[in-house]
Each structure stands twice: as C-alpha cells, then as structure tokens.
T-cell receptor
C-alpha cells in the first residue's frame, strides 16, 4: 500500500519561498507507470493541480500555467521523495497542500495535507 | 484549460435514496481521463471512480460512473449515512483540473 508523508513549515512570510517534501513508501519514485504531483485546496480556488514529476527514461516535469513562473518540483531518488518549491508567495497561496500519486490518469494516493499560511 | 462544472451545487437527500451528480466539461474529455472523488470534512479526497466508470479499490458497488464526451455522471444507488460528503470530478487532459464540487447533505 502506497503511503505519502509530507513535511514542511505551516507558516511562510509573503515574498518568501514555500518548501514542502513528500516521502514515498510502498512504491518507487522511478516507476514509469505513475507520476508524482502537488495539489492544493483553498476555499477560494477549490482543488488546484500545481504540477508533477514523472520518470520516463529521464525526469520530466509539468506545471500548471497559473504557477509556472514560480514553481519547481524536484525528485530525490536516493530518499524516494520529491519536493515542492513555490517562490514569491502571497496570501493567495494560503491553502492545504497535498502530494499525490497519479496512476491511470487519476490521483489514487494522497498525503495527509499541510495547511500553509502565508502571513507576516 | 478544461473547465469542469458540477451540478447541483448542493443535493439534499435521505438515506436509501438515489443520488445523481453531474459533471460537464467545457470541451470533450477522454473517458479514460475522468475521475470522481469523495471528500469528508477534515479528510483527504478519496478516489471513487477512474476512467469514467471503473471503481477504485475497495469502493462499494452502489457507486457507479457513466458518461462520455462532455457529460459525466456519478450515481449512488442507495445512500448510506457515510456517503454524505462533497464529491468532485477531475479531468486529466493536458493540465489536470477539478470541478468545484457537489455537497451531498442529509435531508
């Protein structure tokens, strides 16, 4: 059974960088049948897909247009985990952030979620 | 980006009744790329249906999905008390997106 455990701070100051890590157990990051995603949820924006990383002979990333200029998703195969960095955050980035596995074009395993508040 | 519109926004029904939830896409979605989730307060979304009509592991058979093109439906045949929650549809085109949700509440 796949389990995703995320970690990172719950409070970030405006203009700074939001950083979260998602540790995977029960699957390999390098599996080429799945992708590893970041998704957030807020009352104003609902569920919003942010981006993914996937191994297909080499690492491939894809990002949502809404955050493309500010986001980086990085795999760490040595630790079987991946990370999210979101730069230049504003209060609009306040949300519950999830990491999730996608398989067969749906998100079948999710982390517990982290509420990240952007505030000074 | 494909926009998913769910209706109704809120559905009030009683246990034992049948629930029909709709998801309409702004452009055609491959049936392989349409999924449904259930979310209860304070919990993570749970995958119910993938590929428009295939139940995820452990999902009871009272949940079923159907549809194609731009119109998809989630049906719960006989509501159990634990089914009252918010339901989301999701598409996986060039950029995944979710509907705004339908809240299923007890009448």
């Amino acid at each position: 059974q796949v389990q995703l455990q995320q970690s990172g701070p719950g409070l970030v100051k405006p203009s700074q960088t939001l950083s979260l890590t998602c540790a995977i157990s029960g699957d390999s990051m390098s599996s080429n049948s799945v992708a590893w995603n970041w998704i957030r949820q807020s009352p104003s924006r609902g569920l919003e897909w942010l981006g993914k990383t996937k191994y297909m002979s080499k690492w491939y990333n894809d990002y949502a247009v809404s955050v493309k200029s500010r986001i980086t998703i990085s795999p760490d195969t040595s630790k079987n985990q991946f990370s999210l960095q979101l730069n230049s955050v504003t209060p609009e980035d306040t949300a519950v952030y999830y990491c999730a596995r996608d398989f067969r074009w749906s998100f079948d395993s999710w982390s517990q979620g982290t509420l990240v508040t952007v505030s000074s | 980006e494909i926009v998913l519109t769910q209706s109704p926004g809120t559905l009030s029904l009683s246990p034992g009744e049948r629930a029909t939830l709709s998801c309409r896409a702004s452009e055609s979605v491959s049936s392989s790329h349409l999924a449904w989730y259930q979310q209860k307060p304070g919990q993570t979304p749970r995958l119910l249906i993938y590929g428009a009509s295939s139940r995820a592991t452990g999902i009871p058979d009272r949940f079923s999905g159907s549809g194609s093109g731009t119109d998809f439906t989630l049906t719960i045949s006989r509501l159990e008390p634990e089914d009252f929650a918010v339901y989301y549809c999701q598409q996986y085109g060039s950029s995944p997106s979710f509907g705004q949700g339908t809240k299923l509440e007890i009448k």
